[in-house]
């Protein structure tokens, strides 16, 4: 039976390499489309590690750092240390942008880390090379991706920094490299107004005839010199003493600090469930139109292939041969083009994978998935074929 399936490849061996060239390619495409959603969550689960933080403490009602905008005041840290069981609480700002190097730009996530020492929540935990950031401004460290190298200079708003070290796989949810600079350079980037901005802000409060009332100048004045600081931060990263559960610390800071703080299942949550559901869903519906696509052209070459035999079909019944190992002969050739099919992919997607913008993940277990799925697709694809074996007449093998 085997020599039979086997002789039949044989004689149209182009046409079914050809094919099975194709439908690896198809596949190679869905493996690589299973791996960009395995990279998304990868990189939001490394978001979460290389902050170092137990809890993110944010704007009340907020989803931030990451999926919402949030602003906590930059002294908020001095009390929640003052609480039982936070070890340390950082400052940390994220501002995603365009981060000019001569004539181009990268877009980067730019990070503030507040003034200390690697190890502190926030810090890029490690450094493929270069140093870590020791000076209060201008300094700066970036991840590998942004194609960035040591000693390039970088311009972030009016400021320029120097590239003292590179680290890697520091990246943001949708995949944007880190950028590293000082907590107080990256509030000035985020928060604070520029020249022109508070000009025309003192212009438009100034020409208010409720500020030219006795005593109210002064107020203005206050009002333009808050224009001119900030006092902002995104978030609170803490880390908790040993023995403390998150989830508790966590209530405590909403009761009693007027903030919302997530523990890390809840981040996770927000990022992988939230986040990036929308792009989860497109990835599910091309992999959907793909396995469809799969099983059309397995279907379509195995009812051609076919369709060429009758008359030898006709010929095996006519001698007897029965049902069951004509089905049989079909379906082993609808397999052997899946498996060619698959190794084609397997390749292709491995190759293909390194070469795209977005880090891609391939994992066993989807590369075992899509093995099954696709000798399925393949059984199924054969019934139409083997149908219509199943109805030929042996009388076509003398009348033809």
Not at 49 to 73: C, F, H, I, M, R
Not at 241 to 267: D, F, I
Request: net charge positive; glycine share 8%.
């Amino acid at each position: 039976m085997i020599s039979l399936a086997g002789r039949d490849i044989l004689h149209a061996w182009g046409k079914f390499v050809f094919t099975g060239i194709g439908l690896g390619l198809l596949i190679g495409v869905t493996l690589t489309m299973a791996g960009v959603y395995r990279g998304m969550v990868d990189d939001g689960r490394a978001l979460l590690d290389n902050s170092g933080a137990d809890l993110w403490v944010v704007q009340k009602d907020t989803l931030g750092p990451y999926a919402e905008s949030s602003s906590v005041n930059d002294d908020a840290y001095r009390s929640l240390l003052a609480m039982a069981g936070i070890a340390q609480a950082v400052n940390v700002t994220y501002l995603t942008m365009q981060v000019r190097r001569g004539d181009s730009d990268v877009r980067a996530m730019v990070v503030g880390i507040a003034p200390g020492k690697p190890g502190i929540p926030g810090w890029p935990p490690y450094l493929v090379a270069g140093r870590q950031i020791t000076r209060g401004h201008y300094e700066a460290v970036a991840d590998i991706a942004s194609g960035f190298r040591l000693d390039d200079r970088l311009a972030i708003r009016r400021n320029h920094y120097v590239v003292v070290g590179l680290t890697r796989r520091m990246v943001s949810s949708s995949g944007d490299p880190m950028v590293f600079i000082p907590l107080k350079d990256a509030q000035e980037a985020q928060f604070l107004k520029d020249n022109d901005a508070i000009w025309q802000s003192r212009r438009r409060t100034g020409a208010n005839p409720a500020f030219n009332r006795p005593g109210v100048p002064d107020l203005l004045d206050a009002v333009i010199a808050s224009q001119s600081t900030n006092a902002f931060v995104n978030a609170v990263l803490v880390t908790l003493e040993p023995g403390h559960a998150p989830e508790e610390v966590a209530r405590s800071v909403g009761r009693w600090k007027r903030l919302t703080a997530y523990t890390r299942p809840q981040m996770e949550d927000i990022l992988v469930g939230k986040l990036i559901a929308t792009s989860a869903r497109q990835i599910g519906m091309f992999l959907v139109i793909l396995a469809v696509v799969s099983a059309a052209i397995v279907a379509f070459i195995i009812y051609t292939l076919t369709m060429d035999k009758i008359r030898e079909i006709a010929v095996l019944k006519l001698i007897g041969t029965r049902n069951r190992t004509i089905a049989a002969m079909i379906m082993q050739q609808a397999l052997a083009l899946g498996l060619i099919g698959f190794v084609v992919g397997k390749i292709t997607a491995t190759f293909a994978a390194p070469l795209f913008p977005k880090y891609v993940l391939l994992v066993p277990f989807d590369s075992i998935a899509g093995f099954f799925a696709v000798l399925a697709i393949c059984v199924l694809a054969s019934v139409v074929a083997i149908r219509m074996a199943l109805r030929i007449d042996p009388a076509e093998a003398i009348g033809g």
